[in-house]
C-alpha cells in the first residue's frame, strides 16, 4: 500500500476497542507497548498489537502528515506496581507528570494534524475533570459529546483551521 493512503493516526491504539475494523487500510496505529493475545477484561483475544511501539509524546512523522488523529490516551492514576485488568487494556497516567505527557501528547498529534484535519480526543473524568484537561491542552475543542454516568467519557473534536 502506498504510504500515502495512511492518512488516519491513532495514536495510543490500546487493543483498538473503539474501531469497528481493527486493521483499517487507511491507519497507523501506535502505543508504547505491546502485549500478547491474552483474557482479559472478559476478552479471550485481547491484545495490544500497534503497527509501530512509539511514544505519543515523540511522533515519529512529519508535520501535517495526518488527516484526522484520534488520541485516547490513559485517563487514570496507577502506580508502577498496579496491574489490573483496566491498567493491563487502558495505561496508566503519572500522577506527577501527567499534564506534561497530556499536553506533550495532544501537542504533538496536533503538529502531526494537516491543516483542515480533525483530531477526536477521548477523555474519562476518572480522575481529572473535563474543565482542568482543556487548561492543560490549551486548546478549546469545536464541539463534544459526553456520557454520563458511571464512564463520564467526553469526546472532544477539534479542527486544525491554520492562522
Known amino acids: 500500500m502506498d504510504k500515502n493512503t495512511k492518512f488516519i493516526l491513532d ?3 490500546g487493543g483498538r476497542m473503539m474501531w469497528f475494523n481493527k486493521n483499517h487500510p487507511n491507519t497507523i ?4 507497548r505491546k ?3 491474552g483474557y482479559v ?6 491484545e ?7 511514544d505519543f509524546k515523540n ?6 502528515k495526518f488527516k484526522l488523529v484520534f488520541f485516547d490516551p490513559p485517563h487514570v492514576f496507577a502506580n508502577e506496581n498496579n496491574d489490573s485488568t483496566f491498567i493491563k487494556c487502558f495505561g496508566r497516567l503519572n ?4 499534564e506534561q505527557d497530556i499536553k506533550g501528547g495532544f501537542d504533538e498529534c496536533w503538529r502531526v494534524l494537516d491543516d483542515y484535519g480533525v483530531l477526536v480526543f477521548k477523555w474519562s473524568e476518572c480522575n481529572i475533570p473535563i474543565k482542568k484537561l482543556i487548561e492543560v491542552i ?3 475543542p469545536l464541539v463534544r459529546s459526553m456520557r454520563r454516568g458511571l464512564s463520564k467519557t467526553h469526546w472532544l473534536c477539534f479542527i486544525k483551521i491554520p492562522n
Not at 496505529?29 to 508504547?32: A, F, G, P, R, V
Open 59 to 64: 511522533l515519529k512523522f512529519p508535520d501535517k
Open 48 to 54: 495490544v498489537n500497534p503497527d509501530f511501539i512509539m
Open 11 to 13: 495514536a495510543c491504539c
Open 35 to 37: 502485549t500478547k493475545k
Open 95 to 98: 500522577k506527577e507528570t501527567w
Open 41 to 46: 477484561n472478559g476478552k479471550p483475544n485481547h
Open 29 to 32: 496505529y501506535i502505543d508504547n
Open 138 to 140: 490549551k486548546k478549546e
